[in-house]
Nanobody
Framework: QVQLVESGGGLVQAGDSLRLSCAAS????????MGWFRQAPGKEREFVAA????????FYAESVKGRFTISRDNAQNTVYLQMNSLRPEDTASYYC?????????????????????WGQGTQVTVSS
């Protein structure tokens, strides 16, 4: 069992930056690939970024590539999402998720149903 708690959301203006954090507890963090998803009002939850167990491999949605950076600190059991050059269309609830993975360097987990555990979400609102 893994518990995930996101933090760092807020209200910002277009062009600003935010860093989201997701603290994990309850299991061995390095056994899990980690991902970030988001869900805007009236829309389906969508993949944002994922990182392998070691942190050596990452994968991004095209919509955030070059603006967002996912990273993890395995000593702190935490995964981060650095979001730069934010746009109004980035407004959403952001969720972190954990995927039990046998492959240390795989980051290509983009489907919601691939993930085993989810956090409660943190709201990001970008005003124009």
């Amino acid at each position: 069992q893994v518990q995930l708690v996101e933090s760092g959301g807020g209200l910002v203006q277009a062009g600003d930056s935010l860093r989201l954090s997701c603290a994990a507890s309850g299991s061995i963090f390095t056994q899990y690939a980690m991902g970030w998803f988001r869900q805007a009002p009236g829309k389906e939850r969508e993949f944002v970024a994922a990182i392998s167990r070691s942190g050596g491999r990452v994968f991004y949605a095209e919509s955030v590539k070059g603006r967002f950076t996912i990273s993890r600190d395995n000593a702190q059991n935490t995964v981060y999402l650095q979001m730069n050059s934010l746009r109004p269309e980035d407004t959403a609830s952001y969720y972190c998720a954990a995927k039990s993975s046998y492959t240390i360097e795989r980051a290509f987990y983009v489907q919601i149903d691939e993930y085993d555990y989810w956090g409660q979400g943190t709201q990001v609102t970008v005003s124009s």
